[in-house]
């Protein structure tokens, strides 16, 4: 995801955005490829009816999907990956209790992690319902323990719909409430479109607002691939 990366953004807080991010033939085995059938298989993890397929259940179930997508699913979950991440945010990251070399794939309970571990990475295949005028995800700031996000998008070639992009916000004001929805969410100040091989990734500081954008003409569902990485110990910011 990151071979096209060139700069990080750092205000309002460090974000990266990347466009045409894969080549075009990867791109579209990728989209072509999508594990449609399992991810819809899942329950709704939202009122918006929301679905999520998570690289952990698929390897739980034996890798029912692609080589292609099992690849791209281990290597996004990967040490490597992590600590390509790492680099690119260092400025942002000295005070935090994270280190290199040390992350491990899926959540596990403290007691079941190895010694010297204090990371976990996931990767989710992510749906939304074609949905007009709404946004599936109002301004909000992220888990407490989450040290990365990046989503990476895979538009359906015949989805002509508008809307529905990334939104950066900046704000000054961190009042939340408990599902850590902005009161005051502040202007919006970069956006990555919904565009077909799009990705955006951001550093999780406790100003890292966002949401998304309202789509209009919406006729298919809103795919993304979600990618994080979260700290297994304290909250990283309060």
Not at 11 to 37: F, K, R, S, V
Not at 118 to 129: L, M
Not at 224 to 236: D, E, P, T
Request: net charge neutral.
């Amino acid at each position: 995801m990151l071979q096209n990366f060139k700069k990080v953004e750092s205000d309002p807080y460090p974000h990266i955005m990347i466009e045409g991010a894969l080549p075009e033939q990867i791109h579209n085995e990728l989209l072509n490829t999508l594990p449609n059938d399992l991810i819809d298989n899942q329950e709704p993890r939202d009122h918006h009816g929301k679905r999520t397929y998570k690289v952990s259940q698929a390897k739980n179930e034996g890798w029912r999907i692609s080589n292609i997508w099992r690849e791209f699913t281990e290597y996004h979950t990967s040490q490597e990956f992590f600590d390509q991440v790492m680099d690119i945010f260092s400025p942002w990251h000295d005070v935090l209790p994270i280190k290199k070399n040390n992350i491990i794939l899926e959540d596990r309970s403290k007691k079941d992690m190895p010694p010297g571990f204090n990371c976990y990475t996931d990767f989710s295949f992510v749906k939304h319902p074609p949905q007009n005028n709404v946004s599936n995800r109002t301004p909000h700031c992220d888990n407490e323990k989450e040290i990365y996000a990046g989503l990476y998008y895979l538009k359906h070639k015949d989805d002509q719909s508008t809307g529905g992009g990334f939104n950066i916000h900046k704000t000054d004001r961190l009042e939340m409430t408990g599902l850590r929805e902005l009161l005051h969410p502040g202007p919006i100040v970069n956006t990555c479109p919904y565009k077909s091989n799009n990705f955006v990734m951001f550093f999780n500081l406790k100003r890292s607002v966002h949401s998304v954008e309202p789509r209009i003409n919406a006729t298919h569902h809103r795919i993304s691939i979600n990618m994080i990485a979260r700290y297994h110990g304290a909250r990283l910011w309060k």
